[in-house]
C-alpha cells in the first residue's frame, strides 16, 4: 500500500458526460502528479502540483482540468467525455517539488469506461 | 529533443540475471536516473534510482557510465513474479526541465 488513495475505482459513464476523479496524497507530500494509461499503453503524464499551484503540464486536453485544494487532495475533471477517454488514470504524489531525485508514489488507480 | 529509448519487450527464464537499458542521451546534469515496475492493473512502484556508477538495494542495481547518457537496470536471478513492466524516468533540460518517462519494457520470465 503505497499510502495514495483514489476515488471511485472504477467508472462507466457515457460520451458526452463529466467526471470527478479524487486523490488523496500520501500523509506529508505536497506534490500530486495525474497520469492517463490507455490499455497497453505507456504512462502519459497530465498534470503535475504543489502545494496547491500548477507546478508542471504534460499532454493534457482543454477538456480535462485539475486542482489541488488546501488539505492538498486533487481532483481531475474530465468533460466532453469520449471513447478515446477509456484508460486507467492514476494520482502520484511525492515530497517535494517535483524532479528527478523526488521519488512518486502511485496510488490503485481510476478505471474510466466511456461507453 | 528530450527522449527516453528502452525495448519494448524482454525474455528470459527463472534464475537468470536480466538487464533493461534505457537511453538518455540529454540528460539534465544534476539529475537522477529512477527506475519504476509496473503490475498489470497497478500503479507503477519505485526500485531503484541512481546518479552515477553503481547503487545496488535488495532488488535491483542500476549501473550507470560516466557520460550518464544510459542506464542499465539489473535484476538478479529473476522469479516468475518479475513478469512486469518495467520504465526509467529521467529528468532533461531543454527550454525547460522536463521529467520524461520511458515508453516501458515488458519483461516476461518463463519456467
Known amino acids: 500500500d503505497s499510502g495514495v488513495t483514489q476515488t471511485p475505482k472504477h467508472l462507466i459513464t457515457a460520451t458526452g458526460q463529466r467526471v470527478t476523479l479524487r486523490c488523496s496524497p500520501r500523509?506529508?507530500?505536497?506534490?500530486v502528479y495525474w497520469y492517463q494509461q490507455s490499455l497497453d499503453q505507456g504512462l502519459q503524464f497530465l498534470i503535475q502540483?504543489?502545494?496547491?499551484?500548477?507546478?508542471a503540464k504534460g499532454n493534457i486536453l482543454e477538456r480535462f482540468s485539475a486542482q489541488q485544494f488546501p488539505d492538498l487532495h486533487s481532483e481531475l475533471n474530465l468533460s466532453s467525455l469520449e471513447l478515446g477517454d477509456s484508460a486507467l488514470y492514476f494520482c502520484?504524489?511525492?515530497?517535494?517539488?517535483?524532479?528527478?531525485?523526488?521519488?512518486?508514489?502511485f496510488g490503485p488507480g481510476t478505471r474510466l469506461t466511456v461507453l | 529533443l528530450a527522449k527516453t529509448t528502452q525495448p519494448i519487450s524482454m525474455d528470459s527464464y527463472e534464475g537468470q540475471e536480466v538487464n533493461i537499458t534505457c537511453s538518455h542521451n540529454?540528460?539534465?546534469?544534476?539529475?537522477?536516473i529512477t527506475w519504476y515496475q509496473q503490475f498489470p492493473s497497478q500503479g507503477p512502484r519505485f526500485i531503484i534510482q541512481?546518479?552515477?556508477?553503481?547503487v545496488t538495494n535488495e532488488v535491483a542495481s542500476l549501473f550507470i557510465p560516466a557520460d550518464r547518457k544510459s542506464s542499465t537496470l539489473s535484476l538478479p536471478r529473476v522469479s516468475l513474479s518479475d513478469t512486469a513492466v518495467y520504465y526509467c524516468?529521467?529528468?532533461?533540460?531543454?527550454?525547460?526541465?522536463?521529467?520524461?518517462w520511458g515508453a516501458g519494457t515488458k519483461l516476461i520470465i518463463k519456467p
Open positions: 502520484a504524489s511525492s515530497s517535494g517539488s517535483g524532479g528527478g531525485t523526488d521519488t512518486q508514489y
Open positions: 500523509s506529508g507530500d505536497l506534490s
Open positions: 502540483y504543489y502545494n496547491g499551484e500548477e507546478r
Open positions: 540529454n540528460i539534465a546534469t544534476n539529475d537522477y
Open positions: 541512481g546518479y552515477k556508477t553503481k
Open positions: 524516468l529521467v529528468g532533461f533540460m531543454d527550454s525547460n526541465y522536463q521529467l520524461i
